[in-house]
């Protein structure tokens, strides 16, 4: 008997939960459409829609067309049923976004930091981000589903804690734990690269794909895997670090203590790091003009010289395209993707990445040149941070 009541439980909190999912998914549907879509019967279907009206978390959109009977009332997430806190962790500024219920971004700041955090002052970071926005934004507290946090490194989605994020120098570190104690809200941890794989399949350009890598280049280099229609994590949970391949076997030394790695040649410090020293060694460029101290050269420079046609900046995207060619026609090769989305800091630059088209070109089986559609993200460069919301809004359950 209790096996029983245990099951009919499960699958009503199913039936329930794959129709918001369709109401999510449809800018709005009838009763009729759901009974159709869900194969449950209608009677069925319009408790639970009464029971998400009655909680407020749908609402009534319109009346939808005429089949020859009564015109059905169609519905709709409402947007300020719930909203969830998406943080995104970067090497040097901690991004903050609010979503509202149904992933739309209804409030965003940023908190720029000097120098290396250890782990009680990202807490403190993280903290401040987050009472800074539900303030200003001036969304009830009660409201708030919780905290997602994406972070630069390796996660354990399951437990909240982090491995390591190599550019911190954070091993171990129990995010999800510490974080809940001080804001006393639920919190979900992720890593960058899936958290905006996870943005692309509910809001952007990958939602009909159920195969597909959305790699995000920042300092480091990730890619999130859906595969099958499911985010792949592999069996540690920290799959897709691409920026960890070798692409050349005596290269710089890398954060993770590797050499030639991916990330090391083509990351966004790699590449501070290449133009500052080919100025130390006298090499003309007009970045000389546009900063007084090559120290506090930023990748946002770089972009602008290359806009303006200095050689320098042109060819260190053309080398940085180059290893960025090779890392992705590795993955396309292994996984066989139906698209694969170019996400982070890599968007700054992307008006210069002929050399990486011209190496995938040259890289790839035929095969994959024909079905793996290679686009750049439309979400912009705060993707991952939108994605930890979405975290939060995905695991929300009815």
Request: hydrophobic share 40%; charged share 20%; aromatic share 6%.
């Amino acid at each position: 008997m209790t096996a029983q009541a245990g099951n009919s439980k499960f699958v009503k909190t199913m039936n329930r939960q794959n129709i918001l999912n369709l109401i999510r998914l449809s800018e709005e549907i009838s009763r009729s459409e759901l009974v159709q879509q869900t194969g449950l019967t209608a009677p069925t279907v319009s408790d639970i829609t009464k029971r998400f009206m009655h909680k407020g978390l749908i609402v009534e959109s319109g009346i939808a067309k005429s089949t020859g009977g009564r015109r059905a009332v169609t519905f709709r997430l409402n947007p300020e049923a719930r909203y969830s806190v998406g943080l995104d962790v970067e090497n040097g500024h901690v991004g903050v976004q609010i979503l509202d219920f149904t992933g739309e971004t209804v409030f965003q700041a940023d908190f720029p930091y000097q120098g290396e955090v250890d782990f009680s002052e990202l807490l403190g970071l993280l903290e401040n981000a987050v009472l800074h926005a539900i303030r200003e934004s001036g969304i009830e507290r009660e409201k708030v589903l919780g905290i997602g946090v994406s972070v630069p490194g390796l996660v354990n989605m399951d437990t909240g804690e982090v491995h390591l994020i190599p550019h911190f120098h954070l091993r171990n570190v129990p995010l999800k734990e510490k974080l809940e104690d001080v804001l006393q809200l639920p919190v979900s941890v992720i890593n960058d690269a899936n958290a905006a794989a996870l943005a692309e399949k509910w809001l952007g350009q990958a939602r009909d794909n159920e195969n597909f890598i959305c790699v995000v280049g920042r300092t480091g280099i990730g890619a999130g895997l859906f595969l099958g229609g499911e985010l792949y994590q592999g069996s540690a949970g920290v799959a897709g670090e691409i920026g960890h391949q070798t692409v050349e076997i005596d290269g710089p030394l890398c954060d993770c203590g590797n050499y030639g790695c991916l990330e090391s040649l083509a990351g966004s410090q790699a590449i501070l790091k290449y133009v500052k020293a080919q100025l130390k060694q006298g090499r003309k460029s007009m970045l000389t003009e546009l900063v007084e101290d090559f120290e506090a050269l930023t990748l946002d420079n770089v972009c602008h010289a290359a806009s303006l046609g200095d050689q320098l900046a042109l060819d260190v995207f053309n080398r940085t395209g180059v290893y960025l060619g090779l890392g992705l026609a590795n993955i396309i090769n292994i996984l066989n993707p139906e698209k694969l989305l170019i996400s982070g800091d890599i968007l700054k630059y992307r008006d210069y990445l002929d050399r990486m088209h011209e190496t995938l070109d040259s890289k790839l089986l035929g095969v994959q040149k024909r079905c793996c559609q290679v686009a750049y993200s439309e979400m912009g460069v705060n993707s991952s941070g939108r994605g930890a919301g979405v975290l939060v809004l995905d695991r929300f359950r009815v």
